[in-house]
């Protein structure tokens, strides 16, 4: 019961904001992580620019994965909602 109170008093552009906030960070986060390790190895092991680009490589597949399984599971979330919308709809006209 506490958490329908909750998404009642929560704007209307909360969820939007998380659900790009999330998106963005599965884009940003490991292609970010993996310039850094990418830079690092090559120096190291002086092998520019081989290991930066497998490392954006990774990164980039990690990221696709991510945003996949977040996509999926909004949308299931969504469907979720949209069931139980409709069947308290047909519940209230059942009533009348």
Do not use: C, R
Request: net charge positive; charged share 25%; glycine share 8%.
């Amino acid at each position: 019961m506490e958490k329908k109170n909750n998404e009642k008093n929560t704007p209307w552009w909360q969820p939007g904001m998380v659900l790009f906030i999330k998106l963005s960070g599965w884009i940003a986060g490991p292609i970010i992580i993996a310039l850094f390790i990418g830079k690092w190895l090559d120096k190291k092991y002086h092998t520019e620019p081989w290991l930066f680009l497998l490392t954006v490589g990774i990164a980039f597949l990690f990221s696709t994965f991510g945003i996949v399984y977040d996509s999926i599971k909004e949308m299931k979330k969504i469907d979720k909602e949209e069931k139980q919308n409709q069947n308290s709809k047909g519940k209230s006209q059942n009533l009348k």
